[in-house]
């Protein structure tokens, strides 16, 4: 490298002195190397030719002193005078900031000064600030899942969940979750250095730094980091070259007690195609994965997203949506913002029709499905009785006609299984559903006003879903 020599900067102002190094660094360096290791270094104070700056982690004083020292020391010499020193004070430290002198691997300890890095550590941290914990919504699915980011968000790295490993369907709040880890740990340590980004794209990164033959610099960038996210890191099987770097740099990492979080579509023992040393090392933390929501979820997300749209959604749509939207969130939320589009764009209030209308425009592909909760419900209002007592082991003639009832409907109207009817009826055996449909055959065919009761909520249920 050619070293162009400034005029000798003599100002003993240390913001004014990194200034001139800067660009002396940078006409001699790559750009990804100096956006990376010189542009977070920021000046404290200078002194008798010794320049004091902080740095993120002792891993970058390790990293310039190995591969920029050279470059480092003649810089200095031209902007400081030949007797310059600089200094590098890790500024995350949390008793004590340590010191290291440019040429020297070995640190020590200088008088503790006050010392505010600051937050915009120069590179892109890839957080959706929308993605926090406050917005999303905690269901039986997700509980596990939740409470152990929560965790690692609050103590990263400090936790046994390192790897924390996510998995599950498409549009079940596995980005949403993983972010606000990344989110919280950013607001809460402004000092420690997280990124965000998909197993796709560090792969097109990877390729790219082949071909600009600057592969230790990249891997050096995520070895820097103090808390990693990788999203569905099932875009990494069938990539070698890609899992061999990510193997070293996650090891790296754990070893040196950062945070590691990833997810994906399926648990790490089902990807094939991938290393079994890294599959090993999916394993090492806690792996938990996120189930489609819940009818009371489902629910609770569409009131919060309509909400935060500024719409209102009375209790019979948000109901009809909750039991016809049932695969994940992201679906539901689609739901709202068609319904919304129909309204504004027709000029209509959001009415059930309306809702109905959007609902069959997002199953274009599948049959609006008749759930039996929504069943359960509707036989429930009809006899004014309490959707729970149908579940419970209640013995009164009225609750017993309409579980009944809503068994016999839900083996009409629906492809479940004499299991799976049972289970919603409080766990029932499937021979007390073929009970409850013979019972109901039988009164049907005596009993008249039996007949043109369930008759009249058969109608209204296959109204809903015409």
Known sequence: MSIISPELNTALDPAQSWKECLKIIRENVPFITYNTWFLPIKPIEIEDSVLK??????????????????????????????????????????????????????????????????KNKEYESFLNPRYVFDNFIKGEGNQLARAAAFAVGDSPGETSFNPLFIYGG??????????????????????????????????????????????????????????LIIDDIQFLVGKEKTQDLFFHIFNILHQSGKQIVLSSDKPPKDLKGLNERLISRFQWGLTTDVQPPDFETRIAILKNKSENYGIYLSNEILEFIAHNITSNIRELEGCLIKLLANASLNSKEIDFELAKKTVKEIATTRQVNISIDYITKIVCEFFKVEENKVREKNRKKEVVLARQIAMYLSKKLTRSSLKTIGLHFGGRDHSTVIHAYNTIEKTLADDIKIRDSVDSIKNKIELSFS
């Open 53 to 118: 700056v902080t740095v993120p982690n002792s891993f970058f004083v390790e990293w310039i002193d190995e591969h920029y020292n050279t470059l480092i020391n003649k810089t200095l010499s031209q902007v400081l005078g030949n007797s310059a020193k600089l200094v590098y004070v890790v500024g995350d430290d949390k008793d004590e900031n340590v010191a290291f002198e440019n040429s020297f691997n070995i640190p020590h300890k200088i008088e503790k000064a006050k010392i505010e890095e600051p």
């Open 170 to 227: 498409v549009g079940l709040g596995k980005t949403h979750l993983i972010q606000a880890i990344g989110n919280r740990i950013v607001s809460k340590y402004p000092n420690k250095r997280a990124i965000y980004l998909s197993a796709d794209i560090f792969t097109v990164e990877f390729v790219e730094a082949i071909q600009s033959n600057s592969v230790n610099e990249f891997s050096a960038f995520y070895k820097s980091m103090d808390v």
